[in-house]
């Protein structure tokens, strides 16, 4: 399957984006899924796996891992975002235009880095708050800031996933708090 007059694979574009993370593989995919998002997902579907898939995903620029999780998960994606444009997340944003339109999901937007009037810990509570309201369970971290993985364990979650790349398929990792 090829993508608009690049000559990249969708398989290719996505294995370049999640390995190097470049924006120009990252907008390739954006572009393709805007286009055709069913066939996008089926596509990326056969790629992705791993248990347990994140009812959450927080990214930064990562939209190969907002895919991946769409591709297993289907509707129903809660999606944070950082609530200032980081460099990069162009592909992203245009991304988060898209998913509540096509009913996939739901963009929430929090604070991922603290900042000269936020500091960390009142970001921390930010954040969590905005996970606690939506109950997320399983979020996945693989493009968030420390601070929101510190947030998610504030915010009740009780696994956190990272996106794995196997070679020829990518899995949804688990790891878990040990409370004490």
Same mark, same amino acid.
Do not use: H, M, N
């Given at each position: 399957m090829s993508l608009g007059g690049l000559g990249l694979e969708l398989g290719e574009a996505f294995w370049r984006a999640l390995r190097e993370g470049t924006e120009e593989a990252r907008w390739v995919l954006v572009?393709?899924?805007?286009?055709?998002?069913?066939?996008v997902l089926g596509e990326l579907?056969? =790629?992705? /796996?791993?248990?347990p898939v994140p009812?959450?995903?927080?990214?930064? %620029?990562?939209?190969?891992?907002? +895919?991946?999780?769409?591709?297993v998960r289907g509707r129903g994606l809660r999606l944070v975002v950082p609530?200032?444009?980081?460099?990069?997340?162009?592909?992203?944003?245009?991304?988060?235009?898209?998913?509540? =339109?096509? /009913?996939?999901?739901?963009?929430?937007?929090?604070?991922?880095?603290? %900042?000269?009037?936020?500091?960390? +810990?009142?970001a921390v509570r930010r954040a969590a708050r905005v996970?606690?309201?939506?109950?997320?369970?399983?979020?996945?971290?693989?493009?968030?800031s420390p601070l929101i993985a510190a947030a998610a364990q504030a915010g009740g979650a009780r696994?956190?996933?990272?996106?794995?790349?196997?070679?020829h398929v990518a899995v949804f990792d688990k790891f878990w708090f040990v409370r004490g």
């Open positions: 572009k393709r899924f805007i286009s055709s998002p069913d066939e579907g056969r =790629r992705v /796996g791993g248990e009812d959450t995903v927080v990214a930064a %620029r990562a939209v190969e891992v907002v +895919l991946a999780s769409l591709a609530d200032e444009p980081v460099p990069g997340w162009g592909p992203l944003a245009a991304l988060v235009e898209e998913l509540p =339109r096509l /009913g996939l999901g739901s963009v929430y937007r929090v604070p991922f880095w603290p %900042r000269p009037r936020l500091r960390a +810990l009142e996970l606690r309201g939506f109950s997320a369970r399983i979020v996945d971290v693989t493009d968030a696994w956190l996933t990272v996106l794995v790349d196997y070679g």
